[in-house]
Each structure stands twice: as C-alpha cells, then as structure tokens.
C-alpha cells in the first residue's frame, strides 16, 4: 500500500518544509522588531508574519488530512497535484500577508478552493469505498452501466 | 487494510467539514464585529468565537492521532462511534463558548472524556500489538485462559 | 504494515499524553494567576505557560508527520528514537518557557535539531521510494556497487 503513497509523503515532506520556513520567518521578526516571547504584540509588519505563520499551522493538519484521506480512497496522483498547488497558494499568502492584510486574501480565497476540491476528493473516495466495503456495489460500475 | 479504515476516514472528512465550519464563523465574526486581520483582539462576542476555533484547532491533530491509533491497534467500530461524539461534543463546545464563556464548560468536559477514551483504546491496542509482535505474546488469549 | 508500525503508534500515543499534560497545565495557570477564558493576556508568568502549549501545539502536527513519514519510509526504529528525543526535549522546552523566556532555547534548539533530523530521514526515504517505484532503480544498490 505504501508504494502507492509515495507522492502523498513526499508533498507531505514539502509541506513540513514550508512550515519551517514559516516558523523560522517569526523568528527573524521577532528579532527584526524586537518582539520577545512571550509577547505576541508587537507593530504591524511583525503581528501579520506572526498571524500569517499562526494561521498556516492552524490549517495544515486539516491539509495533511484531506491530502491523505483523497490519496488514499481516490486518486494518489490528482491528491498530490492538489497538494503542492495549496502548498503554493500558502507560500503565496504568507508572502501577501507579510506585506498587507489585504494581499493574504487573493491567495487565501485560491487555497481555500484547493482544500474544497481535496474535500470533495475525500468525501467521493470514501463514499465509494464505504459502498464497496459495506454494501457489496460498485458505485462507478453502477453509473457505468446506467 | 484501508477498506477496514472507511469508517475512521469518513469521520476524520467530518472533522475537517466541521473545522471549515468553525473557521467560517471566525469570518463571519470578524466581519460582524469589524475585526479586520492581523488583529485578534476585540469584543468579548468576538473573541469567544475566535478562541472557540482556536480552542478546537489545536486539539484537532490530537484528536485525528488517537482516532487511528484506536482505530487501526483496537477497533475501528467503536473508535469511529467515539470520534462521532466527540465531533458533536465539539460542535457543542464552539456553540456554548459563542453565547458565553460558561457555556464551554460542559461540552469541554465531555470532549476531554471521549478523548480519554480514544487514549485508552489507543494504549490498549498499542500494548497488545508490541506483546504479538516483538513478546511473541497474544495477551487476549493469555487472559482468556487465566 | 501495522506491525512494523506499533512502534510509531506508541511514540505517536505518548505525545498525545504530553500535550494533554501541557493543556492541563495551562489550565491550573489560567486558576492561580485568574486569567478567565477567552482572555490569554495576564502576568508573563502565565503568559509564558500559555505560550509554551501554544508552542508545542503548534509543531505536533509537523513532527507526527514526519514520524511517521520517516518511520514507514526510512526506519521505524530510528524514527521511534528521534521521537522520544523530540517529545523529552519539548517537556524541558515547557518546563524551562514556564521558568522564563530564556529557559526555552537551550531545549527548542535541541528538538528543532531532532525534527530536521527526522526531515532528513523523510527525505531520504521518500526519495528512495520514489526511485524503487517510479523508475525501478533501487538507489542503495546502485551506491553500494559504485
Ligand atoms: N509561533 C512561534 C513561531 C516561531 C518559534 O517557534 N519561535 C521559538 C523561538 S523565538 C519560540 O520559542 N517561540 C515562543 C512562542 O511561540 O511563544 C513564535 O511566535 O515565536
Ligand atoms: N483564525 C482565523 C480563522 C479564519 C480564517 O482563516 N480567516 C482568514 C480570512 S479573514 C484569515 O486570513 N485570517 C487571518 C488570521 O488568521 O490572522 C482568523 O482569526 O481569521
Ligand atoms: N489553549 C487552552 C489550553 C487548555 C484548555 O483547553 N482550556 C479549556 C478549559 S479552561 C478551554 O476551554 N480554554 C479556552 C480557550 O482556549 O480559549 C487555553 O488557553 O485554555
């Protein structure tokens, strides 16, 4: 099973990578504008690298879920497409949030839909497992034939 | 071995469906209440609607981590029965925090117990495989014949 | 598969337990120094446990990933070990963030050291994976005969 899942592990490697770099871009602004932990607050440019890295990690379990479930009950290689456009699309709200509130929006408004499509990857691929596991029908052959 | 894992995955897409539900209602919220990002402070409406999304966001991977524990080393069934009702505890949890700080307690409560429960079927079945796999020992059978 | 996993599963249940151990930590803080949910904002000594579980909340996603990728791609038995490395360097982490500011980095450092080891593991994993599977060159072979 886990030769299958090469690509999955390896976009999830990538999105552990990006989160270190996140993570390693508050530090330097801590640093920059003199913002030691445990304080938070701090002048704008500092408070939206911080919020733009608090929010990224807030999403990625939900990312490293939906890219599993889809890779897994779906399709290995549409999942892992999907994969490194959201990682894409977070590089690029990180990068617009850092500079304004209002450029974290366009790329957030385009990982958004990424996760939407991994969503309804998920959400497919367990439904047809779940026929074919439980209930002894092939969904996709059903359709076929109809 | 993933047609035994339907179920954990539908309910992990629930889990996320239900996250993407709580980080709507931050949106809402901060339109609601003019708190424009990177700020995270405001009126206590607000801010209990955003620590709610937090709150669940940070126990979100703990709580996808026991759920496959459990499911895969002890028992799908009763793993995904008990990732159902900590889905709905949640979902009360966000509710309750939204209309007044008090109002999160008894959900949260609830939650802590069903996890707890995770944990434990999780350390069960993490025991039992060790003793098969590495001890040569099947643990059930042992105590089946005690 | 699984068997080759308990070892994983067992770090991976232990961490859970840490974060368990931090968030109700934070929880006796929020009595003793009566800060009231949804406030996060009191006394440095407060603010500093607050901060040390948003910390370690933060990157657990991150390390159960790369756990796991390393463990299932590389070796279990070095991922196991990095694990517990990691989960004893982050208990000193939020003994010593409790403590004060400073306190924080000597054991940061040293669990950020074990997570990039455990990126590297994935790396190499994934990448030899990805070369037995999608272009039939198993890469060992091929650097043990040169
Ligand atoms: N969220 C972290 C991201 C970067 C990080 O991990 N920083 C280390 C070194 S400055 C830390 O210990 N941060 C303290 C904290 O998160 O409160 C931060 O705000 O600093
Ligand atoms: N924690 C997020 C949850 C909702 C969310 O993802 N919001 C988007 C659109 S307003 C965002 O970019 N939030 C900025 C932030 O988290 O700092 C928040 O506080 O806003
Ligand atoms: N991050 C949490 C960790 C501990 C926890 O889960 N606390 C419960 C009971 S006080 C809670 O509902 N916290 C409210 C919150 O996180 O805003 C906190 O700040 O309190």
Redesign the interface.
């Known amino acids: 099973?886990?030769?299958q899942a090469?690509g999955l592990?390896?976009v999830?490697?990538l999105?552990?990578?990006e989160?270190?770099y996140f993570s390693l871009q508050v530090i330097y602004a801590r640093r920059k504008y003199s913002v030691?932990?445990?304080?938070?607050a701090g002048p704008?440019e500092f408070?939206?690298v911080?919020?733009a890295q608090?929010n990224c990690?807030?999403y990625?379990?939900?990312f490293?879920?939906?890219l599993w479930?889809a890779g897994?009950?779906f399709s290995e290689g549409l999942s892992s497409v999907c994969g490194l456009l959201y990682l894409y699309g977070r590089f690029r709200y990180f990068r617009g949030?850092s500079q304004s509130?209002q450029g974290?929006l366009a790329p957030l408004y385009f990982s958004a839909q990424i996760?939407w499509v991994l969503?309804g990857f998920?959400?497919l691929?367990?439904l047809l497992?779940?026929c074919?596991?439980?209930l002894n029908v092939d969904l996709l052959q059903v359709v076929g034939s109809a």
């Not at 030691?36 to 938070?40: K, L, V």
């Open positions: 099973m886990m030769d090469v592990a390896a999830s490697v999105g552990v990578l989160q270190a030691s932990p445990p304080t938070t704008p408070e939206r911080f919020r608090a990690s807030e990625f379990p939900i490293i879920t939906v479930t897994v009950f949030y509130a974290r996760l969503i998920s959400s691929g367990v497992s779940f074919r596991v439980y």
